[in-house]
């Protein structure tokens, strides 16, 4: 069965500084996304990374994976109070045929002013 | 273009009682997911509809039922609801099998008393 974690779990961080979230996941998948919460509210998508090496980046996120060690990251430059939020990494799972997400348990950003 | 549109938004039952929720898809898409999320966790696969059938199934009990419809619609049923059925339903609409990219819709909050 496969798994995805996410760490840290929870995340306090001033503004201005960098922080990184780190996904891993225990099984082949070629296809991660990364996706932002806000209480009450529904999944907005990040970004999709669909191959070894990929690295994608949209303002003060910026997203990779490596599928070798089964690793993504998402970097967060000069954080913000806006991007206060819960992230998401969800795997595709391949014996589902890829029709399956497998989500992470989440973390849950707070930047402080 | 309209988005993954689902109804209604919120909904208290009681114990033992049936619920029905409604999925429409993002103009485009023919594959509908349904997923539970439970406060503070990272949302569960519960099933998968394309062509009217239902292709992949998480590890949910057959109380939980669905169906599409020709439009592409969708609707997720629960029978004999528990406390613990009380979660966010995210409904996730995808362009066919296999096809990268889904697109969520706001939720239906369901509250079992």
């Known amino acids: 069965e496969l798994k995805v974690e996410q760490n840290p779990l929870f995340l306090s961080m001033q503004e201005g500084k960098n922080y990184t979230i780190y996904c891993n996941y225990s099984t082949t998948s070629d296809r991660l996304y990364w996706y932002r919460q806000d209480p009450g509210k529904s999944l907005e998508s990040l970004f999709v990374l669909l191959s070894n090496g990929a690295v994608k980046q949209e303002g003060r996120l910026m997203a990779s994976l490596d599928t070798k060690a089964r690793l993504s990251t998402l970097h967060i430059t000069a954080a913000v109070h806006d991007l206060s939020a819960t992230y998401f990494c969800?795997?595709?799972?391949?014996?589902?045929?890829?029709?399956?997400?497998?989500f992470g348990t989440g973390t849950r950003l707070t930047i402080i002013p | 273009d309209a988005g993954v549109t689902q109804s209604p938004t919120h909904l208290i039952k009681t114990r033992g009682q049936q619920v029905t929720l409604r999925c429409s898809p993002k103009?485009?898409?023919?594959?509908v997911s349904w997923y539970q999320q439970a406060l503070g966790q990272g949302p569960q696969f519960i099933f998968q509809y394309y062509e009217e059938e239902e292709r992949q199934r998480g590890n949910f009990p057959d109380r939980f039922s669905g169906h599409q419809f020709p439009n592409y619609s969708s609707e997720l049923n629960v029978n004999a609801l528990l406390l613990g059925d009380s979660a966010l339903y995210l409904c996730?609409?995808?362009?066919?099998?296999?096809?990268?990219?889904?697109?969520f819709g706001s939720g239906t909050r369901l509250t079992v008393v």
């Open positions: 103009s485009g898409h023919d594959t």
């Open positions: 996730a609409s995808s362009p066919g099998l296999f096809a990268y990219g889904y697109t």
């Open positions: 969800a795997v595709d799972d391949k014996d589902f045929g890829n029709e399956k997400l497998t």
